[in-house]
C-alpha cells in the first residue's frame, strides 16, 4: 500500500483552495468582525515541491478572550430572557419555519462545505457528499418528528379529578460543542433539536473543522431571530471555563472524550441544574462466533475498522476471533485491506487518507510499539508506516490482554485481532470494559446468538448481528452505557433531551374547564393549544 502526497500542479482544478482567514463571527444577529488574535488552520494534507513536503496552511479563525466569550453568553441569555424570549415564546411551527429557512440557505453552500470537509480533515470526496446530505436529511426528520410530537401533545388529560395539557419546554442556554470527525452532522445532531425546542445556542465549533462552518454564519444570522445562536472560538480554557463557571449554561451538548466532558462539566457550580448530553468514548468490540461464515462477513467488519481511518466512536475497535478461525480470519482480512486505496480526498475511490489531529501518528506509533514490546505483530505489510499526517493502517496480530490497545480507544488506523478460547473470555472484556456504547456479532446458531444478545443488552446500547457498528438509522436511539454516554440521540429522542415535560393542571370543574376554553378560543396562550377543547 504505496502512498506519497500530491504536487499542487496535480490536482484538479475544481478541487483546489485558496485560503480562507475567517474574522466574521455571528454575535447578537449580527456577523461581526474580530480584530484580535487569531488561530491557523493547518490541513492534513502536505504539498510535493522540489523534493520537500510542506503542510498545507488553510487559513485561520478568531481566538477568543473571556471578555469576548461572556459577550456571547450575554446575548444568549438577553435572547432567552429566563423563558420570555420571542424564541422560548415562539410557536412550533414558527421555530420550524426558522429551520427550513436556514436548511434552504444551507443547500446554497454545499460545495463549499464538502469541499472544506476534504480539506480540513481528510473526509473522503463519496464521504463529505454523504455527511452533507445526511445532515439536511436529519434536519427535515426533526423537523417530522416535531411535528408528530406537537400533534400526541395536543390533546387534554383527565385523571382523577384534574384535567391538564402535557407538552414540552425548553431548558435555557445550550453550550454545543461537536466533534471533528463529523463536524457537521453530529454538531447538528444536538444543535438542531436544541434551537428546535425553543432553546438559545452557544455554539463552538470542533478544534477541527472550524472553516467548514464559516460558509454557514450568514445562514444562521439570516434564518433565526437576534441572539438565538451565537458563535465561540479559541482555546477550551479560555473560552469555555468562565462559561462554565458563570453558572448561567443549562445544558452542555458535546461529543469527544470523557475526560474533556468531566473536565468541563465539573467547571459548573450548580451540577444539579445542568443537563449534559454527552457522546464520548467506545471500545467496540467484534465477536466472531465458531460459525462464522467469514466469506460473508470479512467486507463488512473491514469497513468497519477502518472506514474513516477507524475516526469514528462506532468503529469496530477490537476483534475477537476464534483460535481456530485465526488463520483464515487474518489472511481474508488482509486480502480485502489490500484492495483498499490510500491517497488524497478527492481520488476516485480512495478510501484511506491523511489524520487531521496533531500529533496523532506519533501517539498511534506508541501504541503499536506497546502492542509489539508485548508479543504481537503487525502482519500486513506497510502496516503502521507514517508519512507526516498520514499513517498506513496496522493489523495487530496476536494482541495480549496486557498491551495499551486491549483496552484504549485508539480512534485510529489500528486493528487490534485477539484470538480466543472460549466465549467467555470476550464477554469478560464486555463486562470490564469502561465503555459500552454497541457490539457486533457474527455468527449463524440462534441459539448461541440469542443467548449472547440477552448478556450483551445489559452491558452495551446496540448489539449488531452479522453487521458493523453503527450510528443510523436516525431515527434509532444513539447512546451508550458507563463512560460512553450520557442522554440518548435519535430525531426524536433529541428532542426530548433539550427539553422538559411541563404541564398545565385545573380541577375538573365547569369553571375551571370554562377559564380553558376561554384561553384556548382567544388563543392568549402558546403553550394552551388544541383543536379539542376539554
Known amino acids: 500500500m504505496s502512498f506519497s502526497f500530491p504536487k499542487l500542479e496535480s490536482i484538479p482544478e475544481k478541487f483546489r483552495i485558496l485560503p480562507i482567514h475567517q474574522k466574521r463571527f455571528l454575535l447578537d444577529g449580527e456577523l461581526k468582525v474580530w480584530e484580535g488574535k487569531m488561530e491557523k488552520v493547518l490541513s492534513p494534507i502536505h504539498l510535493e515541491e522540489n523534493g520537500k513536503l510542506t503542510q498545507v496552511l488553510l487559513g485561520s479563525y478568531p481566538s477568543f478572550d473571556e471578555r469576548q466569550a461572556m459577550a456571547a453568553l450575554e446575548s444568549c441569555l438577553n435572547a432567552y430572557r429566563q423563558g420570555s424570549g420571542d424564541w422560548p415564546q415562539s410557536t412550533t411551527e414558527q421555530r420550524i419555519g426558522a429551520i427550513e429557512r436556514f436548511t434552504e440557505l444551507m443547500m446554497g453552500k454545499k460545495e463549499e462545505i464538502i469541499k472544506l470537509l476534504m480539506w480540513e480533515i481528510g473526509k473522503t470526496h463519496a464521504d463529505s457528499i454523504k455527511e452533507f446530505e445526511r445532515t439536511v436529511e436529519y434536519i427535515r426528520d426533526t423537523i417530522d418528528a416535531l411535528r408528530e410530537m406537537e400533534a400526541a401533545s ?273 464477554l469478560d472484556y464486555v463486562r470490564i470494559s469502561d465503555m459500552g456504547q454497541q457490539a457486533s456479532l457474527f455468527g449463524k446458531d440462534p441459539v448461541i446468538l440469542g443467548k449472547l444478545v440477552d448478556l450483551l443488552v445489559n452491558q452495551v446500547a446496540r448489539v449488531n448481528l452479522n453487521a458493523q457498528c453503527q450510528r443510523g438509522p436516525d431515527r434509532f436511539p444513539f447512546t451508550g452505557r458507563k463512560d460512553s454516554a450520557d442522554g440518548t440521540l435519535s430525531v426524536t429522542d433529541a428532542l426530548r433531551v433539550f427539553s422538559i415535560r411541563s404541564l398545565v393542571a385545573a380541577k375538573e370543574e365547569e369553571g375551571s374547564k370554562e377559564i380553558l376554553r376561554s384561553i384556548l378560543k382567544t388563543k392568549s396562550s402558546r403553550f394552551l393549544n388544541t383543536d379539542s377543547l376539554p
Not at 469555555?240 to 472524550?257: C, L, R, T, W, Y
Not at 466512536?313 to 490510500?342: D, G, H, N, Q, R
Not at 502496516?383 to 495487530?396: D, K, Q, R
Request: aromatic share 10%; charged share 20%; net charge neutral.
Open 154 to 426: 395536543s390533546q387534554f388529560v383527565y385523571e382523577k379529578g384534574i384535567v391538564a395539557q402535557i407538552k414540552r419546554a425548553p431548558y435555557g442556554v445550550v453550550l454545543c460543542m461537536g466533534p471533528f470527525n463529523y463536524p457537521l452532522n453530529e454538531t447538528f445532531c444536538t444543535l438542531i433539536p436544541a434551537l428546535a425546542m425553543g432553546n438559545t445556542v452557544l455554539f463552538k465549533p470542533a478544534k477541527f473543522g472550524v472553516l467548514l462552518l464559516e460558509p454557514l454564519l450568514e445562514c444562521f444570522q439570516q434564518a433565526f431571530p437576534k441572539g438565538v445562536i451565537n458563535t465561540l472560538y479559541g482555546d477550551g480554557a479560555t473560552v469555555v471555563s468562565p462559561i462554565m463557571e458563570s453558572g448561567k449554561i443549562d445544558v452542555f451538548a458535546f461529543i469527544g472524550s470523557s475526560t474533556t466532558a468531566n473536565l468541563i462539566s465539573k467547571k459548573h457550580p450548580k451540577l444539579n441544574r445542568l443537563r449534559s448530553v454527552l457522546g464520548l468514548n467506545a471500545k467496540n468490540p467484534a465477536i466472531l462466533l465458531e460459525d462464522c461464515d467469514i466469506d460473508a462477513s470479512i467486507k463488512e467488519i473491514v469497513s468497519g475498522s477502518l472506514s474513516y481511518n477507524g475516526q469514528r466512536c462506532t468503529a469496530l475497535k477490537i476483534i475477537f476471533v476464534p483460535e481456530s478461525k485465526a488463520e483464515e480470519f487474518t489472511s481474508k482480512y488482509l486480502k480485502v485491506l489490500s484492495e483498499w486505496k490510500s491517497g488524497m480526498p478527492w481520488e476516485k475511490d480512495v478510501l484511506l487518507t491523511p489524520l487531521p489531529e496533531e500529533g496523532k501518528t506519533k501517539w498511534l506509533s506508541e501504541l503499536l510499539q506497546d502492542a509489539t514490546d508485548k508479543g504481537a505483530k503487525i502482519i500486513n505489510a506497510n502496516g503502521g508506516e507514517v508519512t507526516e499526517s498520514f499513517m498506513s493502517p496496522a493489523v495487530l496480530f496476536p494482541v495480549s490482554k496486557d498491551s495499551r490497545i486491549y483496552k484504549e480507544e485508539q480512534f485510529g488506523p489500528i486493528v487490534p485481532i485477539v484470538p480466543y478460547k472460549s466465549i467467555e473470555e470476550t
